[in-house]
């Protein structure tokens, strides 16, 4: 029986990865919900509701574990000159001390593995410079450093990868999304003439989460139809 941990699993890329596990034999999931109360029910599925912005101390699961994979995120665009502090520390609390925090209390759990991995989501934006990325550049910037350093502390036994995605169709990213004039101008903006999708992400981070990417550590993987060339 293989564990996994699922932090954000209710809706977007996240709930692409759990479909896309919930398919494999012998698996169970911890996965995690904010506010909605989700509608996929298995019997391979534990659902408990958790803030990852709380930085709690309490383990979500005491099986070991498998993996992690962390999706909680955020596309807040704004001039740097209107950035607030407390903006700029909201957003490290949901993509940056978040993971950090969901890791640590669950590294005893995944000890008994002989190659754990974990998952976490950057942006291209961290890769290519963008006016007005200020507040995600940081946080996922240092994301992507802890995760390159944790790679090498944490190996043998755990290994450590990000996917940094190109604006993605998800409810995160509607606002960017809801009209064909918008959509339009987006898909232009990628040589492949599209936008990410979450299914095809999940692919990836169920890749990584394999044993055919066992020779992968620390690596932060960009999936962005062109867009940073």
Request: hydrophobic share 40%; proline share 4%.
């Amino acid at each position: 029986m293989k564990n996994f941990l699922i932090i954000g699993a209710s809706s977007g890329i996240g709930y692409s990865v759990l479909n896309n596990l919930i398919k494999e034999e012998q698996i169970s999931i911890t996965a995690t919900y904010l506010s909605k109360e989700p509608i996929l029910k298995s019997n391979k599925i534990e659902w408990i509701q958790f803030d990852a912005t709380k930085q709690s101390t309490n383990q979500l699961t005491n099986k070991p574990l498998n993996g992690i994979v962390y999706c909680p995120g955020s596309i807040n665009l704004k001039p740097f000159k209107r950035i607030k502090k407390e903006e700029l520390l909201n957003e490290m609390n949901l993509n940056f001390f978040g993971f950090f925090s969901v890791l640590q209390m669950h590294l005893e759990n995944m000890k008994h593995s002989e190659s754990a991995s974990v998952v976490a989501f950057s942006s291209v934006a961290v890769h290519k410079g963008l006016s007005f990325h200020s507040l995600v550049n940081s946080s996922k910037g240092a994301l992507e450093s802890l995760v390159k350093s944790l790679a090498i502390e944490l190996a043998p036994n755990i290994r450590l990868n990000l996917i940094a995605p190109s604006l993605t169709k998800t409810p995160l990213s509607e606002k960017f999304l809801n009209t064909e004039s918008k959509l339009e101008h987006h898909i232009n903006n990628h040589p492949l003439k599209v936008i990410g999708d979450p299914g095809n992400i999940a692919e990836m981070v169920s890749f990584l989460l394999s044993d055919k990417s066992k020779f992968m550590t620390g690596q932060s993987i960009i999936m962005d139809g062109g867009f940073s060339l």
